[in-house]
């Protein structure tokens, strides 16, 4: 079967398990949020890492979210049609200072001292 993607901008990808293993490299087409990849001999499951060198050396980091394995039709072969989430700080990182005294404050600079909320919100 012909591969559909050879007519579009594939790239080199890199992917790696959660352990930071090399998994395998493969080409793949980004879309906005997604990664299509026509190679399905290696399973590709949620989870696993994905990098991405652009021309400027610099890397982008992904998570996968979803691996959704189509299965090809006629001259369309098999495909992973995977879901990533860009590698960013996570907000479960953040401690989280709620605080709550029944006042309004107004303005833009407004700051809490964390001394008088207590051991509440650890």
Not at 16 to 32: A, R, S
Request: aromatic residues 10%.
């Amino acid at each position: 079967m012909r591969d559909f993607l050879q007519n579009f901008p594939t790239e080199k990808v890199d992917i790696y398990d959660k352990d930071g293993n090399k998994v395998t490299e493969v080409n793949g087409l980004f879309g906005k949020t997604n990664l299509t990849i026509t190679d399905t001999s290696i399973p590709l499951l949620e989870e696993q890492i994905v990098l991405r060198t652009l021309p400027n050396g610099s890397v982008e980091k992904y998570e996968i979210s979803e691996s959704k394995y189509v299965r090809g039709h006629g001259s369309i072969p098999d495909f992973y049609k995977l879901t990533l989430v860009k590698y960013n700080v996570r907000l479960k990182d953040f401690k989280n200072y709620i605080y709550n005294d029944n006042s309004i404050y107004i303005g833009d600079n407004n700051k809490i001292d964390k001394s008088i909320l207590g051991n509440n919100n650890k």
